[in-house]
């Protein structure tokens, strides 16, 4: 288990490796001027310029580039802005000159937002929608098996951000049923909290909650059809213990994957979510530093988001090796 774990970690660091490339590549060396788009067109005085362009070093190659700025990932860096000298501890993402702040502090003042989000996501996905997908499948050719499949066609077929925006309109605005998407930190208020997210969870979860159970479905008719589960019923076990115990340990493998990627996706900013319920996180951030040419904070998002990503990745395998023990194996 160790040995599988230690090469999947050196996969993952590779990968991690290649991106911070890729991102620097994108941002600091396919722009032509880095240092006028972080500046901006506006307000933007030559003093301003020449200080943004000496804090990037963009006079020095890019592999001293590039090399300084993976070395402040790891010791910190420091920045001088409107002649005061501030320092971006490690890991250090580099600095938003358009709001004098560490990009790192940008991204750990929103992720506790995002994250909420998706952790009350996860389990509405995993608990109503596995179960529905499993109960769907043990019933295959029933009446509730086709209206469960009629409704995620039906759902899966309007635009996510749609589905939003009604519910944000008529069920918090117009006709007050639900509350209103508020952040308040959980440490401060727990009760208010809970309000705040909990029309965003809804709304996020119930319309993917349809799609898992689909997916689970798949997976389990499949799963059911197999010779273990012909020798498991042939041995007198309950359809329960069958169902539950050895047929959705072996079904959840594709589930795992696909959430597991949605997830580290959702981490890295549920974009229309946060902008419709006014929720301060990483999808704002992104947005709002698309709108102001703040490339800095865009490439330490898209860092993070992939990273996340890969993160996800190496947890999946490893619950691959948990559920399946012949993947451990193998």
Known sequence: MLYFVARRLVSALS???ATLIAT???FFVAPTDPA?????DRNCTQQRYQEIKANLHLDQPKVQQFAEYTAGIF?????TTSGVKQHCAAPCLGFSFKNDRP?????KSRFPVTLSLVLGYAVLVLTIGVFVG????????????????????????VPYYIVALMVALYLTVLYPILPRGEWTPPSENPGKWFAGMLTPWLVLGIYNCVQYARYSRGSMVETLSEDFIRTARAKGLSDRVITYKHALRSGLIPVVTIFGLDI????????????IFDLPGLGQLVLDSLNNYDLPVIMGTVLVASV???VMNLLVDIGYSLIDPRVRLA
């Open 75 to 79: 010791t910190g860096r420091d920045f």
């Open 103 to 107: 990009v790192t502090d940008m991204i």
């Open 24 to 26: 620097f590549a994108l």
């Open 264 to 275: 580290a996706a959702s981490l890295g900013g549920a974009i229309f979510t946060e902008r």
């Open 134 to 157: 499993s109960m769907a499948a043990k019933r295959r050719g029933t009446l509730g098996d086709r209206a469960l499949m009629t409704s995620t066609l039906v759902v899966s077929s």
């Open 308 to 310: 996340l990503i890969v």
């Open 15 to 17: 990968v991690v490796l």
């Open 36 to 40: 006028g788009a972080i500046c901006g």
